[in-house]
């Protein structure tokens, strides 16, 4: 067992004792991103798309409840690849409807809106819910934000990593594992108070950064994170000022801007899937050092480049996980 779940088990025997009034009070009624959502027991057969859905669910030892998961970015967690052999996956991206009912799930959670939603990709919430079939959003892709604007939707609100745990707490109270959800979000709030101490420790009034997340095609503009999503509340943590302004989800934005404002640190996504040529970090990498343009930034010169896992850019329990490994990039900054 990693480091990373290590005290949970230790807390895990310290509450046994009043585990039992963590116990879900079913019929359990959420309000999920306005949708109302009703479960009158634990669920089974659960169908999960997006890598941090089924990632929290494993963290919750629900797996022997699982009949599904799908589009994902990275390779399982070391400590959750006992649980991935056991449950089927329907896709590398995103499933299509027909597979995901053929399992007959009775919850399918997902990390994105644009997956299961108004314009959903695998399907609406209505689809679902006539079949019986509660879905359930995230709440970070759907709180202060609108998924109707923008390729990936654009923030009425910067992130707030309160969504996160409410998300892992209410997924916990759905599958009836709400003292370990607390568990979960309890040491994640530690290590997130740590990380922000070591990144004020460093001292870095002016440092900026930019995230390159991907690109359609190398010639083309890169997805860049927006001033109020996820990575750029991983920034503003440890101090470093987004040069991006927009407010969408990822924009595209031209080199020449990128250049010209120049950030202490670039960031760069690494993913296991091949949907765009850039989710091979180590293209990023290579563009960065020979385009006429790139090549003159400061951080390239200089090498002030960090990478980070592309779930760890999302709402999900590797989070904390980015912000240590970007943490640790920072101190090259006082060299």
Aim: charged letters at 25%; one cysteine or more.
């Amino acid at each position: 067992m990693s480091l990373r779940f290590a005290s949970l088990t230790l807390a895990a025997a310290l509450c046994a004792a009043s585990a039992a009034q963590a116990q879900t009070d079913y019929p359990l009624t959420i309000d999920n991103c306005g949708f109302p959502i009703s479960f009158d027991g634990p669920p089974e057969n659960v169908v999960a798309i997006g890598q941090a859905a089924t990632e929290v669910l494993y963290a919750l030892g629900v797996q022997d409840r699982m009949a599904g998961t799908s589009l994902w970015f990275n390779e399982v967690l070391p400590e959750f690849a006992d649980a991935d052999a056991t449950v089927e996956r329907l896709a590398d991206n995103a499933p299509s409807f027909e597979s995901v009912v053929n399992k007959r799930p009775g919850f399918v959670p997902t990390m994105f809106e644009w997956m299961v939603g108004a314009q959903g990709v695998v399907g609406t919430r209505e689809q679902f819910a006539d079949l019986g079939i509660p879905t359930y959003i995230m709440p970070p892709d759907c709180e202060g934000k609108d998924n109707l604007v923008g390729a990936d939707g654009t923030r009425l609100a910067p992130f707030d990593i309160a969504t996160l745990y409410k998300s892992i707490e209410e997924m916990a109270a759905i599958m009836d594992r709400a003292e370990r959800g607390a568990e979960i979000v309890t040491d994640l709030k530690a290590r997130e108070a740590a990380v922000v101490e070591r990144a004020e420790a460093l001292d870095l009034p002016d440092a900026s950064a930019v995230v390159w997340f991907s690109s359609a095609d190398m010639e083309l503009d890169p997805y860049v994170a927006g001033r109020k999503g996820i990575p750029a509340w991983m920034l503003e943590r440890l101090g470093l000022r987004n040069v991006i302004e927009s407010d969408e989800e990822w924009p595209t934005v031209g080199w020449e801007s990128i250049a010209k404002a120049d950030p202490s640190v670039i960031v760069l996504a690494r993913m296991d899937r091949r949907r765009f040529p850039a989710d091979d970090y180590e293209r990023k990498l290579e563009f960065l050092k020979s385009d006429p343009v790139t090549s003159h930034m400061s951080a390239v010169k200089q090498d002030r480049i960090v990478i980070l896992d592309a779930e760890a850019m999302h709402a999900s329990i590797r989070l904390i996980d980015g912000l240590e490994t970007l943490a640790e990039g920072m101190a090259a900054l006082k060299e």
